[in-house]
């Protein structure tokens, strides 16, 4: 699922893949305009734990609101703009690993 805080600027945004019980999400932090420059991509593994569900990369705590329609990282709340996602690169690495996955694509290369 595919999540932004303004559907005009998606330059930063949330996608979230799933694979049988596996979860992992691609954190993209931009600027809203591409011209100000680059975005910071962390691609991480989700554990769950008794309490909810965590960012590997970060350690926040994801909450999901109804129907899967809204999410919140602890910072910002982010709604659902698109059902597809990408799970191919380092989305599909982290879908297909067992282990805690994380990945950092600095800005610039």
């Given at each position: 699922m595919y999540y932004?805080?303004?559907?005009?600027?998606t330059?930063?945004?949330?996608?979230?893949?799933?694979?049988?019980?596996?979860?992992?999400?691609?954190?993209?932090?931009g600027p809203p305009n591409s011209a100000k420059g680059p975005s910071k991509i962390v691609v991480s593994s989700v554990s769950r734990r008794t309490d909810g569900y965590y960012i590997d990369?970060?350690?926040?705590?994801?909450?999901l609101g109804s129907i899967y329609s809204?999410?919140?990282d602890g910072?910002?709340?982010?709604?659902?703009?698109?059902?597809?996602v990408?799970?191919?690169g380092p989305?599909?690495?982290c879908l297909t690993t067992k282990t805690e996955y994380v990945k950092n694509d600095k800005p610039g290369g």
């Amino acid at each position: 699922m595919y999540y932004t805080t303004n559907p005009q600027f998606t330059a930063s945004r949330r996608e979230i893949g799933k694979s049988g019980d596996r979860l992992c999400i691609k954190l993209v932090n931009g600027p809203p305009n591409s011209a100000k420059g680059p975005s910071k991509i962390v691609v991480s593994s989700v554990s769950r734990r008794t309490d909810g569900y965590y960012i590997d990369a970060t350690g926040q705590k994801l909450s999901l609101g109804s129907i899967y329609s809204e999410l919140s990282d602890g910072k910002l709340l982010w709604q659902r703009l698109e059902t597809d996602v990408d799970e191919s690169g380092p989305m599909g690495e982290c879908l297909t690993t067992k282990t805690e996955y994380v990945k950092n694509d600095k800005p610039g290369g």
